[in-house]
Protein backbone atom coordinates (compact mmCIF):
# COMPACT_ATOMS: atom_id res chain seq x y z
CA UNK A 1 0.00 0.00 0.00
CA UNK A 2 1.33 3.55 -0.12
CA UNK A 3 0.87 6.83 1.65
CA UNK A 4 -1.70 8.01 -0.49
CA UNK A 5 -4.08 4.75 -0.78
CA UNK A 6 -5.83 6.42 2.36
CA UNK A 7 -7.19 8.76 0.31
CA UNK A 8 -8.56 6.32 -2.21
CA UNK A 9 -11.63 4.54 -0.86
CA UNK A 10 -12.35 0.84 -2.23
CA UNK A 11 -15.09 0.32 -4.27
CA UNK A 12 -16.76 -2.51 -3.65
CA UNK A 13 -18.82 -3.83 -0.87
CA UNK A 14 -17.88 -6.23 1.91
CA UNK A 15 -18.94 -9.63 0.60
CA UNK A 16 -20.42 -12.03 2.97
CA UNK A 17 -18.45 -14.96 4.55
CA UNK A 18 -14.92 -13.91 3.06
CA UNK A 19 -11.87 -16.53 3.13
CA UNK A 20 -9.79 -16.99 6.47
CA UNK A 21 -8.01 -13.98 7.08
CA UNK A 22 -4.18 -14.27 6.92
CA UNK A 23 -1.68 -12.23 8.52
CA UNK A 24 0.68 -10.13 6.26
CA UNK A 25 3.97 -9.45 7.29
CA UNK A 26 6.32 -6.84 6.14
CA UNK A 27 9.59 -8.44 4.81
CA UNK A 28 12.59 -7.84 6.60
CA UNK A 29 14.02 -4.60 4.83
CA UNK A 30 17.97 -4.75 4.58
CA UNK A 31 19.33 -1.38 5.94
CA UNK A 32 20.73 1.15 2.84
CA UNK A 33 22.44 3.82 2.20
CA UNK A 34 20.25 3.97 -0.81
CA UNK A 35 16.89 6.01 0.24
CA UNK A 36 15.20 5.21 -2.40
CA UNK A 37 15.92 1.62 -2.46
CA UNK A 38 14.43 1.47 1.43
CA UNK A 39 11.45 3.95 0.09
CA UNK A 40 10.54 1.69 -3.01
CA UNK A 41 9.99 -1.19 -0.85
CA UNK A 42 8.03 0.64 2.13
CA UNK A 43 5.46 2.38 -0.49
CA UNK A 44 4.51 -0.60 -2.87
CA UNK A 45 3.70 -4.38 -1.95
CA UNK A 46 3.51 -7.21 -4.32
CA UNK A 47 0.26 -9.04 -4.12
CA UNK A 48 1.15 -12.68 -5.05
CA UNK A 49 -1.29 -14.85 -6.80
CA UNK A 50 -2.97 -17.96 -4.66
CA UNK A 51 -0.64 -20.27 -7.46
CA UNK A 52 2.23 -18.16 -5.76
CA UNK A 53 1.24 -17.83 -2.73
CA UNK A 54 1.32 -21.62 -2.38
CA UNK A 55 5.38 -21.74 -2.52
CA UNK A 56 5.66 -18.53 -0.26
CA UNK A 57 3.73 -19.46 2.68
CA UNK A 58 4.99 -17.17 4.88
CA UNK A 59 3.77 -14.68 2.81
CA UNK A 60 6.85 -12.56 2.54
CA UNK A 61 7.38 -9.93 -0.07
CA UNK A 62 9.83 -9.58 -2.21
CA UNK A 63 11.75 -6.44 -2.67
CA UNK A 64 14.64 -5.43 -5.10
CA UNK A 65 17.11 -2.53 -4.65
CA UNK A 66 16.20 -1.49 -8.60
CA UNK A 67 13.73 0.73 -9.54
CA UNK A 68 11.89 -2.59 -10.99
CA UNK A 69 9.50 -4.86 -8.86
CA UNK A 70 11.08 -8.36 -8.84
CA UNK A 71 8.93 -11.22 -10.78
CA UNK A 72 5.90 -9.02 -11.95
CA UNK A 73 5.77 -5.26 -13.33
CA UNK A 74 2.22 -3.92 -12.75
CA UNK A 75 1.99 0.07 -12.50
CA UNK A 76 1.92 0.85 -9.16
CA UNK A 77 -1.47 1.94 -9.01
CA UNK A 78 -2.68 -1.53 -10.26
CA UNK A 79 -0.95 -3.10 -7.93
CA UNK A 80 -2.31 -1.08 -4.90
CA UNK A 81 -5.83 -1.46 -6.62
CA UNK A 82 -5.03 -5.37 -6.62
CA UNK A 83 -4.30 -5.66 -2.81
CA UNK A 84 -7.22 -3.71 -1.96
CA UNK A 85 -9.27 -5.81 -3.74
CA UNK A 86 -7.56 -9.12 -1.86
CA UNK A 87 -7.66 -7.50 1.49
CA UNK A 88 -11.37 -6.47 0.83
CA UNK A 89 -12.26 -10.27 0.45
CA UNK A 90 -9.96 -11.04 3.40
CA UNK A 91 -11.80 -8.29 5.67
CA UNK A 92 -15.34 -8.93 4.31
CA UNK A 93 -17.16 -8.14 7.80
CA UNK A 94 -14.75 -4.85 8.26
CA UNK A 95 -16.60 -1.49 7.28
CA UNK A 96 -14.97 0.36 4.53
CA UNK A 97 -13.81 3.23 6.72
CA UNK A 98 -11.98 1.16 9.26
CA UNK A 99 -10.25 -0.48 6.36
CA UNK A 100 -8.57 2.66 5.38
CA UNK A 101 -7.79 3.28 9.13
CA UNK A 102 -6.19 0.33 9.04
CA UNK A 103 -3.91 1.09 5.82
CA UNK A 104 -2.63 4.28 7.30
CA UNK A 105 -1.75 2.83 10.28
CA UNK A 106 -0.08 -0.05 8.53
CA UNK A 107 1.72 2.78 6.83
CA UNK A 108 2.74 4.63 10.38
CA UNK A 109 3.90 0.84 11.73
CA UNK A 110 6.01 0.59 8.80
CA UNK A 111 8.00 3.66 9.00
CA UNK A 112 8.15 3.19 12.98
CA UNK A 113 10.08 -0.38 12.13
CA UNK A 114 12.33 1.30 10.10
CA UNK A 115 12.96 4.13 12.68
CA UNK A 116 13.50 2.00 15.53
CA UNK A 117 16.14 -0.06 13.41
CA UNK A 118 17.79 2.84 12.75
CA UNK A 119 18.80 3.76 16.48
CA UNK A 120 17.69 7.38 16.49
CA UNK A 121 15.07 9.04 19.23
CA UNK A 122 14.97 5.49 20.59
CA UNK A 123 12.70 6.71 23.73
CA UNK A 124 10.06 8.03 21.56
CA UNK A 125 9.71 5.04 19.28
CA UNK A 126 9.51 3.42 22.75
CA UNK A 127 6.25 5.51 23.44
CA UNK A 128 5.29 5.48 20.06
CA UNK A 129 5.32 1.62 19.70
CA UNK A 130 3.20 1.49 22.92
CA UNK A 131 0.71 3.85 21.59
CA UNK A 132 0.18 1.71 18.63
CA UNK A 133 -0.14 -1.54 20.96
CA UNK A 134 -2.91 0.71 22.34
CA UNK A 135 -4.63 1.11 19.51
CA UNK A 136 -4.43 -2.40 17.88
CA UNK A 137 -5.92 -3.64 21.30
CA UNK A 138 -8.77 -1.17 20.82
CA UNK A 139 -9.73 -1.90 16.94
CA UNK A 140 -9.79 -6.00 17.76
CA UNK A 141 -12.05 -4.91 20.32
CA UNK A 142 -14.30 -2.83 18.73
CA UNK A 143 -14.11 -5.47 15.79
CA UNK A 144 -14.86 -8.01 17.84
CA UNK A 145 -17.96 -6.24 19.03
CA UNK A 146 -18.98 -5.48 15.71
CA UNK A 147 -18.71 -9.32 14.67
CA UNK A 148 -20.94 -10.41 17.42
CA UNK A 149 -23.53 -7.92 16.61
CA UNK A 150 -23.41 -8.64 12.76
CA UNK A 151 -23.31 -12.75 13.27
CA UNK A 152 -26.77 -12.08 14.45
CA UNK A 153 -27.89 -9.51 12.25
CA UNK A 154 -29.68 -9.71 9.28
CA UNK A 155 -28.56 -9.64 5.19
CA UNK A 156 -30.10 -8.13 2.55
CA UNK A 157 -29.38 -8.22 -0.98
CA UNK A 158 -29.95 -4.45 -2.62
CA UNK A 159 -28.77 -3.75 -6.52
CA UNK A 160 -26.30 -6.31 -5.92
CA UNK A 161 -24.48 -5.39 -2.61
CA UNK A 162 -24.62 -6.46 0.49
CA UNK A 163 -26.00 -3.84 3.12
CA UNK A 164 -25.91 -5.08 6.64
CA UNK A 165 -29.13 -3.61 8.65
CA UNK A 166 -28.36 -1.51 11.22
CA UNK A 167 -29.51 -2.39 14.77
CA UNK A 168 -29.62 0.08 16.69
CA UNK A 169 -33.29 0.22 18.87
CA UNK A 170 -33.10 -3.25 18.98
CA UNK A 171 -29.45 -3.19 20.92
CA UNK A 172 -30.62 -0.15 23.32
CA UNK A 173 -33.66 -2.63 24.71
CA UNK A 174 -31.60 -5.17 24.58
CA UNK A 175 -29.56 -2.86 26.98
CA UNK A 176 -31.62 -2.67 28.69
CA UNK A 177 -32.91 -5.37 29.63
CA UNK A 178 -29.45 -6.41 30.52
CA UNK A 179 -29.49 -3.16 32.78
CA UNK A 180 -32.96 -4.10 34.75
CA UNK A 181 -31.15 -7.77 35.15
CA UNK A 182 -28.49 -6.37 36.86
CA UNK A 183 -30.51 -4.34 39.62
CA UNK A 184 -32.86 -7.18 39.81
CA UNK A 185 -30.17 -9.29 40.64
CA UNK A 186 -28.48 -7.09 42.73
CA UNK A 187 -31.42 -6.53 44.74
CA UNK A 188 -31.94 -7.55 48.31
CA UNK A 189 -35.07 -9.86 49.49
CA UNK A 190 -36.60 -7.06 50.94
CA UNK A 191 -36.07 -4.58 47.77
CA UNK A 192 -37.81 -7.76 45.33
CA UNK A 193 -40.27 -6.26 42.44
CA UNK A 194 -43.18 -6.25 43.82
CA UNK A 195 -45.05 -8.98 41.48
CA UNK A 196 -42.13 -11.59 41.92
CA UNK A 197 -42.50 -11.07 45.68
CA UNK A 198 -46.00 -11.62 45.20
CA UNK A 199 -45.71 -14.98 43.87
CA UNK A 200 -43.62 -16.21 46.02
CA UNK A 201 -44.63 -15.05 49.37
CA UNK A 202 -48.72 -15.38 48.69
CA UNK A 203 -51.19 -18.17 48.14
CA UNK A 204 -52.37 -18.33 44.99
CA UNK A 205 -56.07 -18.19 46.41
CA UNK A 206 -55.20 -14.68 47.01
CA UNK A 207 -52.71 -14.12 43.77
CA UNK A 208 -54.39 -11.46 41.31
CA UNK A 209 -54.11 -13.09 37.92
CA UNK A 210 -51.19 -12.10 35.67
CA UNK A 211 -51.93 -9.04 33.34
CA UNK A 212 -48.36 -7.80 33.01
CA UNK A 213 -48.94 -6.88 29.12
CA UNK A 214 -51.42 -4.24 29.85
CA UNK A 215 -51.59 -0.89 31.12
CA UNK A 216 -54.53 1.78 31.35
CA UNK A 217 -54.70 4.57 28.22
CA UNK A 218 -57.11 6.77 29.05
CA UNK A 219 -54.97 10.32 28.69
CA UNK A 220 -56.34 13.09 26.60
CA UNK A 221 -54.90 13.76 23.43
CA UNK A 222 -53.18 16.99 23.29
CA UNK A 223 -55.34 18.22 20.37
CA UNK A 224 -58.85 17.28 21.80
CA UNK A 225 -58.43 19.51 24.33
CA UNK A 226 -61.75 22.11 24.89
CA UNK A 227 -61.16 25.33 22.83
CA UNK A 228 -64.06 27.19 24.46
CA UNK A 229 -66.36 26.96 21.48
CA UNK A 230 -69.74 28.54 21.69
CA UNK A 231 -72.26 25.58 23.57
CA UNK A 232 -75.04 24.72 21.57
CA UNK A 233 -77.08 24.35 24.88
CA UNK A 234 -77.63 23.10 28.51
CA UNK A 235 -78.00 19.23 29.13
CA UNK A 236 -80.32 19.12 32.57
CA UNK A 237 -80.10 15.16 33.66
CA UNK A 238 -81.68 13.40 36.19
CA UNK A 239 -79.83 10.24 37.29
CA UNK A 240 -81.98 7.11 37.79
CA UNK A 241 -81.66 3.98 39.62
CA UNK A 242 -79.22 3.04 42.71
CA UNK A 243 -75.68 4.87 43.24
CA UNK A 244 -74.02 2.56 40.86
CA UNK A 245 -76.43 3.07 38.12
CA UNK A 246 -76.34 6.48 38.76
CA UNK A 247 -72.61 6.46 38.49
CA UNK A 248 -72.77 4.98 35.27
CA UNK A 249 -75.14 6.98 33.94
CA UNK A 250 -73.35 10.41 34.60
CA UNK A 251 -70.59 8.87 32.75
CA UNK A 252 -72.78 7.84 29.96
CA UNK A 253 -73.73 11.84 30.47
CA UNK A 254 -70.42 13.18 29.98
CA UNK A 255 -69.39 11.52 26.84
CA UNK A 256 -72.66 13.01 25.39
CA UNK A 257 -72.50 16.45 26.37
CA UNK A 258 -69.20 15.84 24.69
CA UNK A 259 -70.68 14.79 21.45
CA UNK A 260 -73.39 17.43 21.66
CA UNK A 261 -70.74 20.03 22.07
CA UNK A 262 -73.10 20.80 24.77
CA UNK A 263 -73.06 22.13 28.90
CA UNK A 264 -73.45 20.09 31.49
CA UNK A 265 -75.48 20.88 34.64
CA UNK A 266 -74.52 19.54 37.61
CA UNK A 267 -76.71 16.04 37.52
CA UNK A 268 -79.39 15.46 40.25
CA UNK A 269 -79.40 11.86 42.03
CA UNK A 270 -82.72 9.79 42.02
CA UNK A 271 -84.69 9.74 45.24
CA UNK A 272 -87.94 8.16 44.56
CA UNK A 273 -85.82 4.35 43.93
CA UNK A 274 -86.30 1.38 46.01
CA UNK A 275 -84.48 3.44 49.11
CA UNK A 276 -85.82 6.72 48.49
CA UNK A 277 -82.50 8.30 49.70
CA UNK A 278 -82.69 12.33 49.62
CA UNK A 279 -78.60 12.67 48.98
CA UNK A 280 -77.74 14.69 46.09
CA UNK A 281 -75.13 14.77 43.87
CA UNK A 282 -73.00 17.54 46.30
CA UNK A 283 -73.75 14.64 49.35
CA UNK A 284 -72.13 11.54 47.59
CA UNK A 285 -69.53 13.27 45.14
CA UNK A 286 -66.56 15.85 45.04
CA UNK A 287 -68.71 18.54 42.97
CA UNK A 288 -66.03 20.13 42.05
CA UNK A 289 -63.35 17.86 41.62
CA UNK A 290 -65.57 16.31 39.04
CA UNK A 291 -66.20 19.69 37.14
CA UNK A 292 -62.01 20.64 37.46
CA UNK A 293 -60.88 17.08 36.29
CA UNK A 294 -63.52 17.31 33.22
CA UNK A 295 -62.78 20.99 32.20
CA UNK A 296 -60.54 20.30 29.19
CA UNK A 297 -62.85 18.40 28.16
CA UNK A 298 -66.80 19.64 28.61
CA UNK A 299 -68.11 22.78 30.11
CA UNK A 300 -69.78 21.62 33.61
CA UNK A 301 -71.89 24.42 35.40
CA UNK A 302 -73.62 23.90 39.55
CA UNK A 303 -76.62 25.71 38.04
CA UNK A 304 -78.02 27.07 35.10
CA UNK A 305 -77.88 30.39 34.14
CA UNK A 306 -80.27 33.35 35.49
CA UNK A 307 -81.27 33.95 31.33
CA UNK A 308 -82.03 30.55 30.89
CA UNK A 309 -83.37 29.11 34.44
CA UNK A 310 -86.73 30.57 33.29
CA UNK A 311 -87.17 28.71 30.45
CA UNK A 312 -88.79 25.12 30.34
CA UNK A 313 -86.39 22.31 29.38
CA UNK A 314 -87.76 20.19 26.84
CA UNK A 315 -87.98 16.45 28.13
CA UNK A 316 -86.82 13.98 26.55
CA UNK A 317 -85.48 10.08 27.48
CA UNK A 318 -82.88 9.24 25.15
CA UNK A 319 -82.91 5.70 23.50
CA UNK A 320 -80.79 2.99 25.38
CA UNK A 321 -78.12 1.58 24.06
CA UNK A 322 -77.38 4.38 21.22
CA UNK A 323 -74.72 5.14 19.31
CA UNK A 324 -73.20 8.77 18.92
CA UNK A 325 -75.21 9.39 15.51
CA UNK A 326 -78.41 8.76 17.11
CA UNK A 327 -77.50 12.19 19.40
CA UNK A 328 -75.76 14.09 16.60
CA UNK A 329 -78.72 13.37 14.06
CA UNK A 330 -81.90 13.48 16.58
CA UNK A 331 -80.86 15.12 19.62
CA UNK A 332 -78.39 17.58 18.78
CA UNK A 333 -81.29 19.67 16.57
CA UNK A 334 -83.49 19.89 19.13
CA UNK A 335 -81.27 21.29 21.76
CA UNK A 336 -80.06 23.90 19.54
CA UNK A 337 -84.03 24.71 19.59
CA UNK A 338 -84.52 24.70 22.97
CA UNK A 339 -81.22 25.61 24.05
CA UNK A 340 -82.38 23.66 27.60
CA UNK A 341 -83.32 19.72 27.04
CA UNK A 342 -83.36 17.78 30.13
CA UNK A 343 -82.83 13.84 30.49
CA UNK A 344 -85.33 12.04 32.81
CA UNK A 345 -82.80 8.83 32.70
CA UNK A 346 -79.28 8.22 32.51
CA UNK A 347 -78.08 4.53 32.59
CA UNK A 348 -77.74 2.75 29.25
CA UNK A 349 -78.24 5.68 27.32
CA UNK A 350 -74.80 5.17 25.43
CA UNK A 351 -73.59 1.86 23.67
CA UNK A 352 -71.06 -0.61 24.86
CA UNK A 353 -69.17 -0.51 21.31
CA UNK A 354 -69.17 1.17 18.15
CA UNK A 355 -67.95 4.67 19.65
CA UNK A 356 -64.95 6.65 18.95
CA UNK A 357 -61.99 6.06 21.26
CA UNK A 358 -61.70 9.26 22.08
CA UNK A 359 -65.21 8.86 23.92
CA UNK A 360 -64.69 5.88 25.70
CA UNK A 361 -61.79 7.26 27.11
CA UNK A 362 -63.64 10.32 28.24
CA UNK A 363 -66.21 7.48 29.79
CA UNK A 364 -63.63 6.14 32.20
CA UNK A 365 -61.49 9.39 32.90
CA UNK A 366 -65.17 10.70 34.08
CA UNK A 367 -65.70 7.10 36.13
CA UNK A 368 -62.54 6.45 37.68
CA UNK A 369 -60.60 10.16 38.05
CA UNK A 370 -63.67 12.52 37.77
CA UNK A 371 -66.38 11.00 40.50
CA UNK A 372 -64.80 10.61 43.74
CA UNK A 373 -66.52 10.54 47.14
CA UNK A 374 -66.78 13.28 48.94
CA UNK A 375 -63.99 13.55 51.65
CA UNK A 376 -65.58 12.22 54.68
CA UNK A 377 -66.95 9.24 52.48
CA UNK A 378 -63.19 8.69 51.11
CA UNK A 379 -62.04 8.86 55.02
CA UNK A 380 -64.11 6.53 56.83
CA UNK A 381 -64.15 3.81 53.82
CA UNK A 382 -60.67 3.90 54.47
CA UNK A 383 -60.65 3.65 57.86
CA UNK A 384 -62.60 0.48 57.65
CA UNK A 385 -60.01 -1.29 55.09
CA UNK A 386 -57.49 -0.58 57.64
CA UNK A 387 -59.80 -2.18 60.49
CA UNK A 388 -59.93 -5.12 58.40
CA UNK A 389 -56.21 -5.15 57.48
CA UNK A 390 -55.14 -4.81 60.90
CA UNK A 391 -52.88 -8.11 61.41
CA UNK A 392 -51.99 -7.54 58.10
CA UNK A 393 -54.07 -10.65 56.60
CA UNK A 394 -56.26 -10.48 53.06
CA UNK A 395 -59.69 -10.08 53.39
CA UNK A 396 -62.28 -11.03 50.98
CA UNK A 397 -65.29 -8.65 49.83
CA UNK A 398 -68.29 -10.19 48.93
CA UNK A 399 -71.18 -9.08 46.99
CA UNK A 400 -74.07 -10.97 48.50
CA UNK A 401 -77.25 -10.29 46.55
CA UNK A 402 -79.63 -11.89 48.89
CA UNK A 403 -82.02 -9.09 50.13
CA UNK A 404 -85.30 -8.83 49.75
CA UNK A 405 -86.23 -6.82 47.01
CA UNK A 406 -83.22 -8.64 44.59
CA UNK A 407 -84.63 -12.10 45.76
CA UNK A 408 -88.64 -10.64 44.82
CA UNK A 409 -87.14 -9.33 41.53
CA UNK A 410 -85.91 -12.80 40.45
CA UNK A 411 -88.27 -15.11 42.19
CA UNK A 412 -85.98 -17.19 43.63
CA UNK A 413 -86.57 -18.45 47.12
CA UNK A 414 -84.32 -21.21 47.33
CA UNK A 415 -83.50 -22.87 51.18
CA UNK A 416 -86.33 -19.91 52.01
CA UNK A 417 -89.32 -20.79 54.04
CA UNK A 418 -93.16 -21.14 52.75
CA UNK A 419 -94.09 -18.16 54.32
CA UNK A 420 -91.15 -15.85 53.31
CA UNK A 421 -91.73 -17.16 49.50
CA UNK A 422 -94.91 -15.91 49.54
CA UNK A 423 -94.09 -12.65 51.31
CA UNK A 424 -91.64 -12.31 48.11
CA UNK A 425 -94.43 -13.11 45.59
CA UNK A 426 -96.81 -10.43 46.86
CA UNK A 427 -94.01 -7.68 46.27
CA UNK A 428 -93.55 -8.75 43.10
CA UNK A 429 -97.17 -8.29 41.65
CA UNK A 430 -97.31 -5.06 44.09
CA UNK A 431 -94.22 -3.76 41.87
CA UNK A 432 -95.90 -2.20 38.47
CA UNK A 433 -92.73 -1.71 36.66
CA UNK A 434 -91.15 -5.57 37.27
CA UNK A 435 -92.86 -6.91 34.33
CA UNK A 436 -92.36 -10.60 35.15
CA UNK A 437 -94.54 -11.84 38.08
CA UNK A 438 -94.99 -15.88 36.89
CA UNK A 439 -91.54 -17.66 37.63
CA UNK A 440 -90.74 -21.07 38.17
CA UNK A 441 -87.73 -20.29 41.36
CA UNK A 442 -85.94 -24.04 40.58
CA UNK A 443 -86.67 -23.42 36.89
CA UNK A 444 -84.40 -20.51 37.09
CA UNK A 445 -81.77 -21.54 39.67
CA UNK A 446 -81.18 -24.37 37.23
CA UNK A 447 -80.49 -21.95 34.59
CA UNK A 448 -77.76 -20.02 37.08
CA UNK A 449 -80.39 -17.13 36.96
CA UNK A 450 -80.47 -16.75 40.82
CA UNK A 451 -78.47 -15.05 43.45
CA UNK A 452 -76.39 -17.82 45.53
CA UNK A 453 -77.91 -18.57 49.25
CA UNK A 454 -75.62 -16.95 51.83
CA UNK A 455 -74.91 -20.66 52.12
CA UNK A 456 -74.17 -21.45 48.87
CA UNK A 457 -71.83 -19.07 48.71
CA UNK A 458 -70.10 -20.09 52.03
CA UNK A 459 -69.89 -23.86 50.51
CA UNK A 460 -68.04 -21.98 47.49
CA UNK A 461 -65.56 -20.39 49.06
CA UNK A 462 -64.56 -22.83 51.00
CA UNK A 463 -63.82 -25.20 47.58
CA UNK A 464 -62.09 -22.88 46.33
CA UNK A 465 -59.61 -22.86 49.12
CA UNK A 466 -60.16 -20.06 51.27
CA UNK A 467 -59.78 -21.11 55.01
CA UNK A 468 -62.87 -20.56 57.86
CA UNK A 469 -60.42 -17.48 59.39
CA UNK A 470 -60.75 -15.70 56.42
CA UNK A 471 -62.46 -11.86 56.97
CA UNK A 472 -65.23 -11.77 54.98
CA UNK A 473 -66.55 -8.08 54.22
CA UNK A 474 -70.22 -8.39 53.14
CA UNK A 475 -71.32 -5.70 50.27
CA UNK A 476 -75.13 -5.97 50.46
CA UNK A 477 -78.11 -4.32 52.36
CA UNK A 478 -79.66 -6.51 54.86
CA UNK A 479 -79.93 -10.11 53.93
CA UNK A 480 -82.91 -11.75 53.84
CA UNK A 481 -84.39 -14.92 55.43
CA UNK A 482 -84.70 -16.00 59.29
CA UNK A 483 -81.53 -18.37 58.82
CA UNK A 484 -79.83 -17.16 56.00
CA UNK A 485 -76.66 -15.40 57.32
CA UNK A 486 -76.59 -18.14 60.35
CA UNK A 487 -75.80 -20.75 56.95
CA UNK A 488 -72.70 -18.16 56.14
CA UNK A 489 -71.24 -17.83 60.04
CA UNK A 490 -71.28 -21.81 60.29
CA UNK A 491 -68.33 -21.66 57.94
CA UNK A 492 -66.81 -17.92 58.72
CA UNK A 493 -67.17 -16.58 61.43
CA UNK A 494 -65.34 -13.54 60.86
CA UNK A 495 -68.06 -11.77 58.86
CA UNK A 496 -68.26 -8.56 58.45
CA UNK A 497 -70.07 -5.39 57.54
CA UNK A 498 -70.03 -1.34 57.61
CA UNK A 499 -72.47 -1.66 60.85
CA UNK A 500 -70.17 -4.19 62.54
CA UNK A 501 -66.52 -2.21 61.85
CA UNK A 502 -67.99 1.39 62.57
CA UNK A 503 -68.63 3.05 65.47
CA UNK A 504 -71.85 4.36 66.23
CA UNK A 505 -70.37 7.75 66.08
CA UNK A 506 -68.78 7.52 62.70
CA UNK A 507 -72.56 5.82 60.81
CA UNK A 508 -74.24 8.81 62.47
CA UNK A 509 -74.25 11.02 58.89
CA UNK A 510 -74.75 8.11 56.97
CA UNK A 511 -77.24 5.82 58.57
CA UNK A 512 -80.45 7.77 57.14
CA UNK A 513 -79.24 7.65 53.54
CA UNK A 514 -78.25 3.94 51.79
CA UNK A 515 -76.42 5.76 48.83
CA UNK A 516 -73.46 7.01 50.85
CA UNK A 517 -73.31 3.22 52.97
CA UNK A 518 -73.60 1.90 49.21
CA UNK A 519 -70.43 4.71 48.20
CA UNK A 520 -68.52 3.45 51.58
CA UNK A 521 -69.32 -0.44 50.36
CA UNK A 522 -67.80 0.34 46.95
CA UNK A 523 -64.58 1.73 48.46
CA UNK A 524 -64.31 -1.74 50.76
CA UNK A 525 -65.08 -3.84 47.81
CA UNK A 526 -62.27 -1.94 45.09
CA UNK A 527 -59.41 -2.20 47.92
CA UNK A 528 -60.13 -6.09 48.78
CA UNK A 529 -57.41 -9.01 48.21
CA UNK A 530 -60.56 -10.70 46.21
CA UNK A 531 -63.97 -9.21 45.41
CA UNK A 532 -66.17 -12.22 44.42
CA UNK A 533 -70.35 -11.49 43.20
CA UNK A 534 -72.89 -13.94 44.05
CA UNK A 535 -75.14 -12.59 40.95
CA UNK A 536 -74.71 -9.63 38.44
CA UNK A 537 -75.89 -6.01 38.95
CA UNK A 538 -75.09 -2.73 38.81
CA UNK A 539 -72.52 -3.11 41.72
CA UNK A 540 -70.55 -6.30 40.64
CA UNK A 541 -70.35 -4.48 37.00
CA UNK A 542 -69.20 -1.35 38.42
CA UNK A 543 -66.69 -2.91 40.99
CA UNK A 544 -65.54 -5.55 38.57
CA UNK A 545 -64.62 -2.82 35.91
CA UNK A 546 -63.18 -0.38 38.47
CA UNK A 547 -60.77 -3.69 39.66
CA UNK A 548 -59.49 -4.58 35.65
CA UNK A 549 -58.56 -0.77 35.32
CA UNK A 550 -56.52 -0.89 38.36
CA UNK A 551 -54.54 -4.02 37.64
CA UNK A 552 -57.59 -6.63 37.33
CA UNK A 553 -57.35 -6.80 41.07
CA UNK A 554 -58.51 -10.58 41.94
CA UNK A 555 -62.53 -10.35 41.28
CA UNK A 556 -64.35 -14.00 41.01
CA UNK A 557 -67.41 -14.52 38.82
CA UNK A 558 -68.77 -17.67 39.94
CA UNK A 559 -70.36 -20.01 37.27
CA UNK A 560 -73.77 -20.50 38.95
CA UNK A 561 -75.40 -23.07 36.75
CA UNK A 562 -72.66 -25.59 37.17
CA UNK A 563 -72.08 -24.47 40.83
CA UNK A 564 -75.67 -25.53 41.40
CA UNK A 565 -75.96 -28.87 39.72
CA UNK A 566 -72.19 -29.39 41.61
CA UNK A 567 -73.87 -28.67 45.26
CA UNK A 568 -77.01 -30.54 44.70
CA UNK A 569 -75.11 -33.65 43.82
CA UNK A 570 -73.15 -33.13 47.07
CA UNK A 571 -75.94 -32.37 48.91
CA UNK A 572 -77.23 -35.70 47.65
CA UNK A 573 -74.12 -37.43 48.19
CA UNK A 574 -73.29 -38.53 44.87
CA UNK A 575 -70.01 -36.90 45.10
CA UNK A 576 -67.26 -36.66 47.77
CA UNK A 577 -66.04 -33.33 48.65
CA UNK A 578 -62.84 -33.63 47.22
CA UNK A 579 -64.87 -34.17 43.90
CA UNK A 580 -66.74 -31.63 44.81
CA UNK A 581 -63.53 -28.78 45.74
CA UNK A 582 -61.99 -30.11 42.40
CA UNK A 583 -64.56 -29.36 39.93
CA UNK A 584 -65.30 -25.95 42.06
CA UNK A 585 -61.67 -24.89 41.10
CA UNK A 586 -62.02 -26.21 37.46
CA UNK A 587 -64.77 -24.44 36.46
CA UNK A 588 -63.07 -21.22 37.50
CA UNK A 589 -60.78 -20.61 35.13
CA UNK A 590 -58.21 -17.14 34.67
CA UNK A 591 -61.49 -15.21 32.85
CA UNK A 592 -63.71 -16.31 36.17
CA UNK A 593 -61.13 -14.55 38.56
CA UNK A 594 -60.34 -11.33 36.44
CA UNK A 595 -57.94 -12.22 33.72
CA UNK A 596 -57.99 -9.79 30.98
CA UNK A 597 -59.41 -10.68 28.09
CA UNK A 598 -61.66 -8.17 25.15
CA UNK A 599 -64.69 -7.21 26.30
CA UNK A 600 -67.64 -9.74 24.65
CA UNK A 601 -70.41 -8.26 21.56
CA UNK A 602 -73.24 -9.68 21.82
CA UNK A 603 -76.59 -10.32 19.66
CA UNK A 604 -78.08 -7.03 21.62
CA UNK A 605 -76.76 -4.14 23.25
CA UNK A 606 -78.76 -5.29 26.04
CA UNK A 607 -77.12 -9.06 26.93
CA UNK A 608 -73.79 -8.35 25.67
CA UNK A 609 -70.91 -7.39 28.09
CA UNK A 610 -71.05 -4.08 29.71
CA UNK A 611 -68.38 -1.56 28.78
CA UNK A 612 -68.02 -0.22 32.79
CA UNK A 613 -67.66 -4.14 33.46
CA UNK A 614 -64.97 -4.29 31.31
CA UNK A 615 -63.42 -1.58 29.90
CA UNK A 616 -60.79 -3.57 27.58
CA UNK A 617 -61.10 -2.53 24.71
CA UNK A 618 -61.22 1.08 25.38
CA UNK A 619 -59.25 2.24 28.21
CA UNK A 620 -56.71 -0.51 28.86
CA UNK A 621 -54.55 -1.13 26.30
CA UNK A 622 -51.44 -3.40 25.77
CA UNK A 623 -48.29 -2.50 26.80
CA UNK A 624 -45.10 -1.49 24.39
CA UNK A 625 -43.04 -4.55 23.72
CA UNK A 626 -39.26 -3.67 25.64
CA UNK A 627 -42.14 -3.62 28.83
CA UNK A 628 -42.98 -6.95 27.79
CA UNK A 629 -39.60 -7.97 27.40
CA UNK A 630 -39.14 -6.69 30.75
CA UNK A 631 -42.04 -8.16 32.17
CA UNK A 632 -40.94 -11.38 30.77
CA UNK A 633 -37.51 -11.22 32.22
CA UNK A 634 -39.17 -11.02 35.92
CA UNK A 635 -40.88 -13.47 35.16
CA UNK A 636 -37.78 -15.99 34.24
CA UNK A 637 -35.98 -14.66 37.02
CA UNK A 638 -39.09 -15.45 39.49
CA UNK A 639 -39.01 -19.03 37.84
CA UNK A 640 -35.26 -19.13 38.92
CA UNK A 641 -35.98 -18.10 42.56
CA UNK A 642 -38.72 -20.34 42.74
CA UNK A 643 -36.68 -23.31 41.86
Not at 271 to 287: G, N, V, Y
Request: aromatic letters at 10%.
Amino acid sequence: MSSGGANNSATGSPVQGGPTTTRRRVADLPESDNSNNSSSCSEYYNTVPNDEEADNPNGYIACSSGSHYHHQNHHAVMKHLLLRRKLLLLFCWVPDTWLIWVEETCHWAVNMGQSLRSGRNMGRKIIGALLLMAVVSFFLKVSFLSTHVEVNGKWNRENGLLILQTFKEDWALAQRVVDETHVVEHQTEHSMPKRVLERVSTPEIWMKPNSDNYQQCISRPKNQIRTGSKTNGFIVVHANGGLNQMRTGICDMVAVARIMNATLVLPSLDHESFWTDPSDFKDIFDWRHFINVLKNDIDIVEYLPVKYSAIKPFVKAPVSWSKASYYRKEVLPLLKRHKVIKFTHSDSRLANNGLAPSIQKLRCRANYEALRYTKEIEDLGKTLVDRLKINNEPYIALHLRYEKDMLAFTGCIHNLTVEEGDELTVMRYNVRHWKEKEIDSEERRSQGGCPMTPREAAVFLKAMGYPSSTPIYIVAGEIYGSNSIEAFRSEYPNVFTHSTLATEEELEMFKPYQNRLAALDYIVALESDVFAYTYDGNMAKAVQGHRRFEGFRKTINPDRQNFVKLIDQLDAGVISWEQFSSEVKSLHHAERIGAPYQRRPGESPRIEENFYANPLPGCICRRPQELQISSLKLDLKLSSVQR
